[in-house]
């Protein structure tokens, strides 16, 4: 089975509008559910589980709750601030732009040596992922510039039907499709889909085993 550890999706405008984690420790994002807990009181629900600053300080995987931790929400994201007091999670951010960078940098040099450079950028080089010695990186960009990143455990070889998948049967259908959802082709908005969250977290779960974590 697939280790499935987390997904980026980013906009045209190279924005990371939604990120999820399933089998991820020392993520940025659990340590700032857990600063923000400590803050705000010990418990929250999630899910069907109840979440204490206990299990939320130590070191986790998000295949623990029942739905993942999500990030950029309305209230954080840096396009759609609704209040100066909204938090921000500064490491998410630049995560987010660093994972951007690897990915365009290296669907570039790809397209520039499989001589299909082209000025209205894409994928003409074909750039479906890369791999370290602990996680594989897959990439699917669709016609309309909306990029997915998908990472996985080492073992894992092709994700390109999944992240295919994902677009047509879930984004196109809970995101694009939904008349609440409106995309700006001036702005960047995030993902705040329910429908979309849940059913994007039953499929990640259908394909993967928690057997290891990053």
Known sequence: ???????????????????????????????????TEGIHGNKELRGNQVLTTDNLDSPRSSF????????????????????????????????????????????????????????????????MSLATNTYRLHYYETPTGVKFVLNTDIATTSMQPVLEMIYRNIYVEYVVKNPLFRIDPLKTTPIENDFFRAVLNNYIREISSPLSAV
């Open 64 to 127: 623990d709750q029942q739905a993942p931790l999500v990030w950029p929400t309305t209230a954080t994201s840096t396009a759609h601030r609704i209040a100066p007091e909204s938090p921000r999670n500064v490491a998410m951010e630049e995560e987010a732009k660093l994972v951007y960078g690897v990915v365009f940098s290296t669907r570039n040099i790809i397209n520039k040596l499989s001589s299909k450079d082209s000025p209205q950028g894409g994928n003409p080089g074909g750039f």
């Open 1 to 35: 089975m697939v280790v499935v550890y987390n997904i980026y999706i980013f906009d045209r405008h190279c924005e990371c509008i939604f990120y999820s984690e399933w089998n991820r420790i020392n993520s940025p994002l659990a340590a700032a559910a857990a600063a």
